[in-house]
Every structure is written in C-alpha cells, then in structure tokens.
C-alpha cells in the first residue's frame, strides 16, 4: 500500500517499481478515473505494457468528454437535450443564446456536479463558465438545455465483457432534475413510473452503455418529462459511484465484488448472489420493502453559506432506511441523519397557524429548495396549499406528497385523541415510521411511557431479511432491518451461553465524523472477535460504509442509532454487552442512556464517560489531579458570564458538553459578542449550561490517542498541530511525531495521558487535547472514545490501536511489547484536511474552533517536509515552484510578524503582488519590485486581483485578517473575503494563519533541492 497523491507522477513511479500487468480505474472515483485517463494519453500504460480492467479507455473518454457522450447517446438511439459541448467564454454564449435561458453548465471530468451550475442570465452564465472551465481536466464544460421539473430517474447497470447487462437497481429522486443526485432524497425502487415508462429507460439503459463498452458497473441517468414520455440520457458514470454503493446497500447485490470479478474475466452467469448463495449474479434483484437515502447537510458551521441546492452537490454524507412504506422510511431517514428532528412532524418546536406572510415564505422555500425542503413541503401542506400547488413551485411527484400528507393526517390523529393512549392509532402511527419520542410529545407523556404502554399492547418491531429476490429465494445472510409492517422475524436470535455483544456504529458521514469511525467500528468487530467474542451485530444506518457490509459481523442491522431502536434490537438480541466507544459522538452519547436501561457497557463505565464529556465534572477532576487548564466557570446565567469573561479577560471560549466537531463553539472577544451569542445559539439555563473558559492566544495544540485496560496506559503517539490552538484539531495539519516540542514538554504530556486515563478508570480508546504555551501544558479536553486520528496513528505506528482497545474493553491487559512504539519509528506522518468550499458557495476558508473539514489525507516521508509536500499534493493543493504570490496582511503586528516569510518568499524570486497598505509595509522595510494591486471591490482600478486570479497570475495567495477570529464572527471585511472566495472558486492555495504560511513557503523551498520518496507504507515505519 502506497500512502501517495494520485496523480499521474507518482502512480508512474510506483508503476515503474511495481511493475504491474494490468490496472483497475472503476473504483476510486472520479479521482481514480481522471487519473487513468491521464496516464493513458500520456503514454504510461503503452510504455510499461498495462492493460486496462473493466471499461476500456474509450469507455470512459465516452462517458466522461460531453461531446463524446452526446454523439454516442444519438448513435445508441437514446435521446438527449439541446446541448454544446463548449471550450471558451465566447462559445458558451453563442450556446446558450441558441437554447434560449435558463441553461445548466456540467463540467467535464469533475465530481459531484463541481464548478457547475444554472444560469439565468449572461452575467450567471460567465461566472460559471470561467470556473468550470478552470476545473475540468480538458477544460470543457457542457451548455444544456435546464429541465427541473422533469424526474430524475437512475439506473445502476452491470454489464460483463460478453456483453450480457443486468439492470441491479433502479431509483427515483424525490426532488426532481433540480438538485444534484447527491443532494438528492432518493428511493428505490421508483415509485411513480409507470410499466412502460419503467422499461423503456430500462432499455435506453442498456443501449446506452452497450454501446459505451461498459465493463463492471456503472450508473446511468435520465431526466423524465412528467407530463409526457419524452425523456433524455444525462450522463453515465463509468464507475462505481455514491450512487452504486446506495444501490448495493439496497439490493444486497454488492456491486463492488461483482464488477471486480467482471473485470478479471467472469460472466454474469459465472458469478454467485452472495445473499441467496443458488442464483447467479445475472438474476436482477427485485424488492419487498422501499429503501430510501436522505443527505446530511452541515451547513451551520459555514456563516456565509448558501444553502440552496442546485446542480452542485454540497452534502457530506447520507442515510438509508429500510422499511415496508415511503412514510415508514422518510420517518427513520430524518432520525438517522441526526439533526435534532425526531421525524417529519411531532418535532419539538410543534408549528403554529402560518399568516399571509408565512405563505409568500413557503412559496419561495419550494421554489427555492435548500436542506429545509422537507419540512417546507410539510409547512406548505399545513397552510392549505393544495398538492397541486405544491408540485407545480417544488416539482416534487403529487404521489410523494400525498404520501407525506398521509404523515401529516395521522400526526392530527393523534393529537386529536392525546388524552388517551388509542391502540389501533399507535399501531398504525408506527407503520408509518412515529417514533416514541414523537407520540409522547403528541400524547404528553414521556418516551419512556410510550414503550412501556405500546409493549403492553404487544406493538413491537419485528426483523426482516434483505433477501434480494423478494422471497423467492430463501436469503442466507443475516442483513437485517426492523420494521412495525411485518407480523413475524424473519430470523430468531438463539439463546445461547455464548458472549454476545452489539457494536454502534456512527451514522451518517458529516462535519467531525466520518470514514475514521466506520474504520473504529469494523477494526473493533474483528478485534473482538480475534479476542473470543463468539457472535457480534452492528447497528449503522450508513449506505456509504464498510460497516454496513453484511459479510462484516454476524448480524447487520441497518437501523437508527436512537435509543428506541438499539433497545429493541437489544430485546431481541439479548446482548451480553454494547459498545459505544468506536461509533464517534452519536455511539458515545447514547452511553448514559443505555446504562440507565439496564444495558451493560463493554469497555469504559457510563459514569466515567460523564466524567469526560461534562465539562464541569472533568474540570474538577483535573484540579484534583493538580494538572493544569485554561482558567473556566460553567454558567447557567448570562450576568455570571460576563463577569467571569472580565474577570479573566476576552477572548474566551463558550462552549456546551457531548458536542462533536467543535459544534455551537465560538471564540468571543467583547461583551456584545457574548451577549448575542450566548441568546442566539445556546439557550443558556440551568438546563443548558455552558462552560466558559480563557482562550489563549499563540499557544501550541498538541493530541494524545491512547488505549488503556484501566491499569496500563499505551500511548499510541503524541501528535503536534501545524496550526496553532484557535483552529478545530479536525481542521488543523497535523505531525507525527511532534515537529517542536522539547522532550520535557512530550514526558510531562505523557505523564498528564497516563494520569488522567487511570483516574478516569478508561477500559478502551481514549484521546486527550492539550495546549502548549511558554513551555506550560495545560488540557483542553478528553474523548473517552475511538478519536478522529486513531488511523492515522494505527498506520504511523504499524499498530492497530483499536484491536487493542477491544482486548482492554473486556478486559484483557494490555502487552507491555507495544510500549511506545511511536517513539521508535523513524519517519514522519502528516495528515491534511480537505475542505468543500468550492462547493458551498459563499463560505469563507478563514478556520476557527468549530470543525468545516469533510475529509482528510495522510501521507508519510523520511523527513518532515517529505511527508508534507505529499500531503499537500493528495489534500489537492498545487505546489507552484515559481510564479507569483499575492499578500495581504492586517494589522501592525501581523505584518511584522509576517517579515520573515516574506524575506524567505523574495529569497527563492517569487514576485510578490500586495494590496495598498500591506504593499507599503513590505517597501518600507526594504522589499524592492513589490506590485500594488488593486481590491476586487475597485474593478476599475487596474491591475486588479480579480483579473489576475481568472488570468491565473496569482499561485498562492497568504491572507492574514487583522485577527481571525475577530474577522469571521465580528465584522467581515469584505474584500478580503472576497478575495479569499475567488481563489478557492479558482483551485488557488490561500494560506490564513502565520504557521500554515511557513509551512507551505518552506514545503515549496525543499522541494527545489528534493525530491518525494516513494515507498509502501510499512517502508516508513521501520522501528530503529
């Protein structure tokens, strides 16, 4: 395994030590496809004699170039839209001028619909243009004819190398043509198509991508003429997508396997279902139950955003939910994606009777959907709009709104009889997917209540089997799904004197959790079961994960992680424990909960994980540890707020317990600030307390992850942010080993780990933050659960930590053998976010104390910027060796601070280009051939950023506000955002912290005289 960026200079490399025959391009992605393309034109493949598995490169040219794609859709019979395929401005004018607007623009070669969009005018049109034509690889973008309202139907093609297809999968988007597939509520089976229009796309399908040469799998999509059967291809993917993974999760036919087989040289006919384990993988699944996938949106941590969805996917992760109904699914999709609504309606702020205003509102939420779109439909049906009304402003089907009505009439049911508990009500309530929670809202009791009366009633869930074939074939896999439309379980879980234990994993990807957990949650299934743990379930409800992959643990339940659901999946399992350590923030805050159930929690007791995670209860233990923190108060008043902010002085940090990602934490620097905070976003009462605490400034962030069995205490590694403290740890570039500190401060950081993990009694994964200020240690904060960086650390040190922690969660002791194993190794790991804001328009790339990262790479090196460079490289980031730097600095002291950088940028004959004052600064203190220029605001004023930056004069832009923090939350300065929005539109690295801008210059430095080493992984973690 090769930890490298891909692109074609380092996969050349490893071809040439590798020397492989033949290459698979279907199953990493548009990254993986692009870059295949690229070797290829470039003559790697020819040179070392590789051969192309699966869809051939002409396949993938096909599918990938628009006017390629256009031809061969014509050529197959399969209509398409009024569509050019343009290279410049100029023709997409001329193009869009011809289809008359509004137009969509697709550019070639990208993902998730990236630097596309919908314009309805010239000047939208030449915004969207000169970024997708920026962004695609052979700088081509599509000019279409836009359809919103039109359906969007998909359908997920296998296809062998004899030419046989089989169609796995078919699916309907709820919200139409108009929003991104990947942004899109999507069901399978369709729903609304009728015979004929099911099997005419079915064979437009097949066409289509016979004609392509597809090889594997692959995913077609077409837009559908609602009041016509006029329909047109969209696009084919020539890989495994988003879209496949859904699929594969829905059917059971795991797509992956099957199109890896295919590419080797089986047929369809050779290959066995692994779900019925008699039919071949030529039976095309047919389905008893819906599936529905919801996105996940995190649009509250970017203040900027624009939350409207469009042609752009801005989502970071989904949900599927299983069930025998669309109101059953919708139900448990909203729950799963854990957004604080506990379903459609009976949520906990119940609406009041709309006004004339509220209506002029509504309307324009469903002409303008956003990640509320949902619940506007759910608002616009309860004002009185009729259906009809609905679907001609959102373009959603009147059968899925009738559906939703159906939700919405059963909620006035209920409410209509809340003075008793109606058995007939409830049993029908729960067909259609009301959880406890929303009944004891709508009855006036508590959750609890409701289990226990509707459990007198006998009104339980039951499991049923992911069967593939409809019944038709008996299923041998234990993939299940609960569900209140069924009369008997599909399985019985056997009594038995077996250990048996449940793992939870973490629910859809967002901001702060994601693929980390999931590689928690399979690492610690196997760790269990290599300690003797006989039988072992996971609960996800991930489509995206390998957690959710039926071949993982004994029993896969593709369920909520709610408390409702696990305890009954609990009563049925009987469980000998639960663990909740490995599932990230939504498994850990379940733990109190299920303690108080009765549940036995494997690992780190409940009242330990309180101790954590309240920030009260763990700052009194670590004055009784005598180790110190930042000065902090919890505060169930604003005016004992503002006192104590006094008192220590601002800036502060605010911020409440059991969050993830830095969620609903600010950094605050006046009293005003506060006071608006504190009303706006916490609701601060004795109920919800905050804890406030000094922030301090220029201080070192440093982590620990480590494992103990509550004796002995492993440390996995001690780890130094790049960034300092004031940037989310999930943000931040992070070193392995430590890049600065002195072997003082790394023993009293050991000794701190060590102390808290035994007085905390941990009994598994454990993960403590630190600040390093004037050679003082003081804790952040401690996460008695699987951490973010555990696999990062795992890899590092060629140790897996999670397999350990199983061992200690049962209370195995730990080896002394992997003592301090990070501390013998001999090369450097480095892990760099990855951020989507050139996908979420208007937000801004300045970081802070709350989470905006949605990925991450890590790359590994015999020195520190070896590992760097790579990471930068993987992260996307161009590493420009010559060319021009913009710099734009605020405030007196930043621009001091900022002479060394400069010094070094001058020294290696970058030309330095720098807005008014900042450009004065640097010729006064003796910088020569500095070029002013001119704010994006002052178009008239020429050289201007904004022309330099679509001229693509600029390289790499450092831009240090006048106090970050202060920037973001108290008073934007527009241009500089403006600036910062412009370059990341147009892929130019922006750098906004003093450390990140050292880091990059001297990454840049170091590669003129070095070159990246390529070697496996197990190469750098040599231990001495």
Not at 347 to 358: G, I
Not at 913 to 921: I, Y
Request: glycine share 6%; aromatic share 8%; charged share 25%.
């Amino acid at each position: 395994m090769y930890p490298l960026p891909i692109n074609t200079n380092y996969v050349e490399r490893v071809i040439e030590a590798e020397r492989p025959d033949s290459i698979m391009l279907g199953f990493g992605g548009q990254t993986a496809l692009n870059c295949g393309v690229s070797l290829h034109e470039q003559g790697i493949l020819q040179k070392y004699g590789i051969t192309v598995l699966g869809t051939p490169i002409r396949g993938i040219n096909i599918t990938e170039d628009r006017q390629q794609f256009k031809e061969a859709m014509i050529k197959s019979e399969v209509p398409v839209l009024q569509s050019f395929a343009v290279n410049s401005l100029q023709e997409a004018f001329r193009a869009a001028k011809d289809i008359g607007y509004p137009v969509i623009i697709r550019v070639a070669y990208t993902l998730g619909g990236r630097g596309g969009g919908v314009a309805h005018n010239e000047y939208e049109l030449q915004e969207i243009v000169q970024r997708g034509l920026n962004l695609s690889m052979v700088h081509q973008v599509l000019i279409e004819r836009y359809v919103g309202h039109w359906k969007q139907i998909e359908y997920e093609v296998m296809r062998d190398y004899n030419g046989n297809s089989v169609v796995v999968c078919n699916m309907e988007n709820v919200l139409a043509m108009r929003v991104h597939t990947g942004d899109n509520i999507v069901i399978a089976p369709s729903q609304t198509l009728n015979n004929y229009e099911y099997h005419m796309l079915r064979s437009a399908a097949i066409r289509a991508t016979s004609y392509c040469g597809i090889v594997g799998e692959c995913n077609i999509q077409f837009a559908l003429d609602p009041t016509s059967e006029q329909f047109a291809a969209i696009e084919i993917n020539a890989r495994l997508s988003r879209s496949s993974a859904l699929a594969s999760k829905a059917t059971g036919y795991p797509l992956a396997y099957m199109a890896a087989k295919i590419a080797l040289g089986y047929s369809l006919p050779e290959l066995i279902n692994k779900i019925t384990k008699a039919t071949t993988a030529c039976f095309e699944p047919s389905l008893d139950y819906v599936v529905l996938k919801m996105p996940r949106w995190d649009f509250s941590k970017f203040e900027l955003v624009k939350r409207k969805l469009g042609s752009t996917m801005k989502s970071v992760g989904e949900v599927m939910a299983i069930g025998r109904t669309f109101e059953e699914v919708v139900q448990k999709a909203i729950r799963m994606c854990d957004i604080g609504k506990d379903g459609l309606v009976a949520n906990a702020n119940l609406s009041s009777q709309s006004t004339a205003e509220d209506i002029e509102r509504i309307e324009q939420a469903l002409i303008h959907p956003t990640d509320e779109i949902i619940f506007a439909v759910v608002e616009s049906i309860k004002a009185g709009l009729t259906i009809s009304r609905i679907n001609q402003l959102s373009g959603i089907d009147p059968w899925f709104l009738l559906k939703i009505k159906n939700i919405i009439d059963m909620e006035d049911n209920i409410l209509r009889k809340s003075n008793s508990f109606d058995e007939q009500i409830i049993r029908k309530a729960k067909k259609m997917g009301f959880s406890d929670k929303q009944l004891a809202r709508c009855l006036h009791l508590e959750e609890m209540q409701v289990r226990n009366l509707r459990q007198k009633f006998n009104i339980r869930p039951v499991a049923k089997q992911i069967d593939t074939l409809a019944a038709e074939w008996p299923a041998k896999t234990n993939y299940l799904y609960l569900s209140y439309g069924g009369e008997t379980d599909d399985i019985k879980v056997k009594d038995s004197s077996k250990s048996r234990i449940i793992v939870l994993g973490a629910g859809p990807y967002r901001i702060g959790s994601s693929v980390e957990f999931d590689w928690g949650t399979v690492n610690a299934v196997w760790g269990l079961k290599e300690n003797g743990i006989k039988e072992i379930s996971v609960i996800n409800c991930n489509p995206e994960t390998v957690s959710t992959d039926y071949d993982i643990c004994d029993r896969l339940y593709f369920e909520e992680l709610t408390l409702e659901r696990v305890l009954d999946i609990c009563e049925k399992e009987r469980p000998t424990g639960v663990v909740t350590c490995v599932g990230g923030q939504t498994a850990n805050n379940l733990t109190p909960k299920l303690a108080k159930c009765g549940m036995n929690i494997v690992g780190t007791s409940s009242e330990n994980v309180d101790k954590a995670e309240d920030r009260a209860k763990f700052g009194q233990l670590l004055d009784l540890l005598k180790i110190k923190q930042p000065a902090w108060r919890k505060f169930t008043s604003l005016e004992e707020a503002k006192e104590f902010a006094d008192t220590v002085g601002y800036p502060v940090l605010v911020r409440p317990s059991y969050v993830l990602s830095g969620a609903a934490m600010k950094v605050v620097w006046g009293e005003q600030q506060l006071e608006g905070f504190l009303t706006d976003a916490t609701n601060i009462s004795p109920d919800h307390p905050v804890v406030i605490s000094k922030f301090l400034q220029d201080a070192a962030e440093v982590e620990v992850d480590a494992v103990s069995d509550s004796n002995e205490v492993i440390i996995g590694a001690i780890i130094e942010h790049i960034d300092n403290a004031g940037v989310h740890s999930g943000d931040a570039i992070m070193s392995i080993p430590p890049w600065r500190l002195d072997r003082n401060t790394i023993d009293t950081i050991t000794d701190y780990s060590v102390r808290i993990g035994k007085a905390l009694n941990v009994k598994g994964p454990f993960n403590i933050q630190y600040l390093v200020k004037d050679e003082e240690v003081l804790v952040i904060e401690a996460n008695v659960r699987a951490s973010r960086s555990m696999p990062f650390v795992s890899k590092f040190v060629g140790y897996n930590l999670i397999n350990l922690a199983a061992k200690a969660m049962i209370g195995k002791s730990l080896p002394p053998t992997v003592k301090d194993l990070w501390l013998k190794t001999t090369g450097f790991g480095i892990k760099v976010p990855q951020f989507s804001f050139m996908q979420l328009e208007g937000s801004d790339v300045v970081l802070g104390v709350e989470m905006q990262s949605t990925g991450e790479v890590a790359c590994f090196g015999n020195s520190f910027y070896d590992a760097l460079s790579k990471a930068y490289m993987a992260a996307g980031y161009s590493l420009p060796l010559s060319g021009s730097a913009l710099i734009t600095v605020g405030g007196q002291k930043n621009k001091e601070k900022l002479l060394p950088i400069i010094s070094l940028i001058t020294s290696m004959n970058y030309r330095i280009m720098a807005t008014e004052h900042t450009a004065e600064f640097i010729k006064n203190n003796n910088f020569n051939d500095i070029q002013l220029v001119y704010k994006i605001s002052e178009p008239d004023r020429k050289p201007n950023i904004a022309d330099l930056l679509y001229e693509r004069k600029i390289n790499f832009i450092i831009n240090i506000p006048a106090t970050s923090t202060i920037e973001k939350y108290v008073g934007m300065l527009y241009d500089e955002y403006q600036i910062r929005r412009k370059a990341v539109e147009m892929g130019i690295p922006v750098l906004t912290t003093f450390e990140a801008a050292s880091s990059f210059i001297k990454t840049l430095q170091w590669l003129r005289d070095n070159t990246p080493t390529i070697m496996p992984l197990k190469s750098y973690i040599e231990l001495e």
